[in-house]
């Protein structure tokens, strides 16, 4: 889809009045009552006022799944739309009125299986349900079902799920990014309304660059991890993945909050994250690293930049330069230190407990064997460099220094926010990739480049729709200091509106 052009605000510099937007491959009708199912708080002000049924949402919601599911596998494990409509009847009205959202299976729930990607645990339920599942259930919200990710969402495209790999909406040809892949493709694709996401080096806002929607990572403790199925704990969060900033704003205040269950939880009460969306960013700097914006991004992707920053002006706000030279380092640092922490959480997987176990004479013997089985080829990887950096001898040469570098990132971001407010920059160097292009590990690793560095200091950061290249969706990602999540939130959507 190219670049839509219509009239309002945008760019003095070029004496233009332009807005570049996209809008996702939903399929949705332009009935005024089909125009309300475009997002999660439209739909759920319809049913607040008699203007919608939920039943009406239901059958939007399936007529796509049964049209575009078979292409897309954005579903591990999915709800009937019977039991939904059932499930809604008696109820008390709470406030999202039995909408459905759709949870990344790497999220534990009690209504159906949490596979994580894996053979490991393709037959586990969970005998407790996440704290940011239970919250949403509070809220009203009905578990629509579980959606695909690379096995244990290690991984940037969705091609590493033992049940196979997840397209994207605009070109089932190409990846939708991952690892929360699933979840991003069924909200563009309009087989959900909203989902629950896991962001461990970008696994919310790359895939929704990618499949033209929003997606936020929390402040590293914000929202609880317990009953997140563990990657790499010092950096996994659970972020939602929506088709605006105002149902991500939504969903974090519903999600949000301290859990005594989780020792990293920040002991900070509930907070409406809506109340401070305005339409404009007045006073605002924002910073632009020459290190986001590198030559090779192509020049379609820095003409988009350019834009971007000729809206930012246009809303009342300053674009000012940045630097942010540890950039180069966050990736060696990031795969250092998450492998590293995945080797010991992963260590749990061993033919004894859980679900996949093969027959052996010996206990070593079944242990290995059901570990060769049950990993894919990405765990294993990672697990074999997380046990090296660990080793002894080694541990203070790679993963001591890692931690050190990730130090003086968040320290480089500390500095960086004493002169802006936020920082602006691409979310990923390209657009959606090709099924299979990017075999070699690195490259995919590279995916990551511009979520990584962020992700290390633990700060919240959102991507949004940014407009299209070749017609494809590029996502603007938008960083904050720890807690500003109110501040990125209001700037994120008074963009989105600009660029909508």
Known sequence: MALARRGGGTGRRAGLRIQWGIQPPCGFKSHPRHHALRDLLHCRDGLSRGELTLAHVLEELYANIEKREPTIHAFLSLAEKEELLQGAE???????????????????????????????????????????????????????????????????????????????????????????????????????????????????????????????????????????????????????????????????????????????????????????????????????????????????????????????????????????????????????????????????????????????????????????????PEVKRRIALGIFALSAGYYDQYYGKAQRVRTLIAQEFQKAFEKVDLIMGPTAPTPAFRLGEKADPLSMYLSDLFTIPSALAGLPAISIPGGTIEGLPFGLQLIGPRLSERTLLAAAWALEEALR
């Open 90 to 376: 008696g109820k008390e009205a709470t406030f999202l009125l039995g909408l459905p959202v759709a949870i990344k299976d790497n999220i534990c729930t009690l209504e159906f299986p949490t596979t994580c990607g894996s053979r490991f645990l393709q037959n586990y339920r969970s005998p407790f349900e996440a704290t940011a599942v239970a919250r949403l259930k509070a809220a009203g919200a009905q578990i629509q079902g579980k959606t695909n990710l690379d096995e244990f969402a290690m991984g940037s495209s969705t091609e590493y799920s033992a049940f196979g790999p997840t397209r994207n909406p605009w070109d089932p040809e190409r990846v939708p990014g991952g690892s929360s892949g699933g979840s991003a493709a069924a909200v563009a694709a309009g087989e959900a309304l909203a989902a629950l996401g896991s962001d461990t080096g970008g696994s919310v806002r790359q895939p929704a660059a990618l499949c033209g929607v929003v997606g936020l990572r929390p402040t590293y403790g914000l929202v609880s991890r317990y009953g997140l199925v563990a990657f790499a704990s010092s950096l996994d969060t659970i972020g939602p993945i929506t088709r605006s900033v105002r149902d991500a704003a939504l969903l974090l205040s519903l999600i949000a909050g301290h859990d005594p269950r989780d020792s990293t939880s920040l002991p900070l009460p509930p907070q409406d994250y809506l109340a401070d969306l305005r339409p404009n960013l007045a006073g605002l700097r924002i910073g632009l690293p020459k290190e986001y914006v590198p030559k090779e991004l192509g020049a379609k992707a820095l003409a988009l930049v350019e834009r971007w920053c000729m809206v930012v002006e246009e809303l009342g706000g300053a674009v000012l330069e940045a630097s942010l030279p540890l950039t180069e380092y966050a990736l060696p640092a990031y795969y250092l230190v998450a492998s590293a922490e995945a080797s010991a959480n992963l260590a749990r997987y061993d033919g004894v407990r859980y679900t996949l176990r093969v027959p052996a004479n010996l206990l070593a013997e079944m242990i290995a064997q059901s570990r060769t089985l049950g990993f894919g």
